[in-house]
């Protein structure tokens, strides 16, 4: 487990109050009104009882959602348990391109190369924290260079780029597709995501699950999302693009392209955790510190776009704290 992502307020202590998190790539403000009141009716028998071992229900309501056979579809608890079982369930020599999420580094390390001559690829589509979107020719081509291909769509429903599907992962004999129904349905306290791929690295990756690993709130939270289409969260690509614009106009920065509601941004002549501290302690915002992803540097700061006004108070306090330039 690597500390240091985003939407770290908890860390900071009671005295400090944020009024605008960026740190976080979830969409803000979704409306959870029905979900809740849906779980307030049925607490009382799902927490007197056991879940099932394994998430098959859910797993069969996947599979029909995607068109695909159940045995493709393994329920986790939340993408991240996804990565670590498939990095215990090969246990090939992993080739990651930097910078990216770092649980695929840090779950790898676990565990030993069965055969370093043989390679398993992750790559995260959308990207964390670049927000680039790999193309269909460089997806096939990774297919083919190596052994096992780990495709992380967490983030999926937060692009108009086009996406991998899980028809076309359950087609081909090394193809894993990772996803999140923590950040499509912006749910990311119920942890809840899953796999698909073809049924034979579903039964390799099966054997490593643990029994009752997703609770029955979270089991029957995501049956219900899957019901109400409606529910699911998608970013405001177009207000993205205007903060990013905007972004690119303060001096004393550079900012990443991007195709999601998430960015990379780039300080000349302060470091991340200089610019995140000010930002807490004057205005109330909090941004991610991206210094601890490889590949980058202490300059190097990620930031998710919020609501106009609230994009609106970012770029005030960053042209304020960076209006000198470089110092």
């Not at 108009?160 to 599907?165: G, N, P, Q, S």
């Not at 002549?269 to 000010?278: E, G, M, N, V, Y």
Request: overall charge neutral; charged content about 20%.
């Amino acid at each position: 487990m690597v500390k240091g992502h985003g939407d770290d307020s908890y860390s900071l202590g009671g005295d400090v109050r944020i009024c605008s998190d960026f740190s976080s790539n979830i969409c803000a403000h979704g409306d959870h009104h029905q979900l809740v009141q849906h779980l307030s009716e049925h607490a009382s028998q799902l927490i007197a009882h056991y879940p099932e071992p394994e998430a098959w229900t859910l797993e069969r309501l996947l599979a029909e959602h995607h068109a695909i056979n159940p045995e493709c579809v393994i329920v986790t608890s939340g993408a991240t348990e996804a990565i670590y079982l498939v990095a215990q369930a090969f246990r090939l020599k992993p080739v990651i391109p930097f910078p990216t999420f770092s649980e695929y580094a840090d779950a790898c390390r676990h565990f030993r190369y069965k055969d370093g001559n043989h390679t398993i690829c992750w790559v995260c589509n959308p990207n964390n924290p670049t927000g680039r979107v790999y193309g269909q020719h460089e997806i096939e081509m990774l297919s083919v260079r190596h052994d096992v291909l780990v495709i992380d769509q967490s983030y999926e429903d937060y692009t108009d780029a086009f996406i991998w599907t899980s028809s076309w992962a359950a087609r081909l004999p090394n193809v894993i597709l990772l996803h999140s129904m923590t950040k499509s349905y912006a749910v990311p306290g119920l942890r809840v995501g899953y796999i698909t791929c073809a049924a034979p690295l579903a039964k390799v990756i099966r054997r490593y699950l643990r029994p009752w690993s997703v609770n029955a709130l979270a089991l029957e939270a995501a049956r219900f999302l899957l019901e109400h289409d409606e529910l699911k969260v998608r970013p405001d690509l177009a207000e993205a693009q205007r903060l990013h614009r905007n972004l690119k106009t303060i001096g004393g920065l550079r900012m990443m392209a991007t195709r999601t509601n998430f960015m990379l941004g780039c300080l000349n002549s302060h470091t991340a955790s200089w610019l995140k501290q000010q930002l807490i302690q004057q205005y109330g915002i909090l941004i991610r510190d991206a210094s601890n992803f490889r590949g980058l540097t202490e300059q190097y700061f990620r930031i998710a776009a919020q609501t106009p006004k609230e994009n609106d108070a970012l770029l005030q306090a960053l042209q304020q704290l960076l209006s000198g330039g470089e110092s």
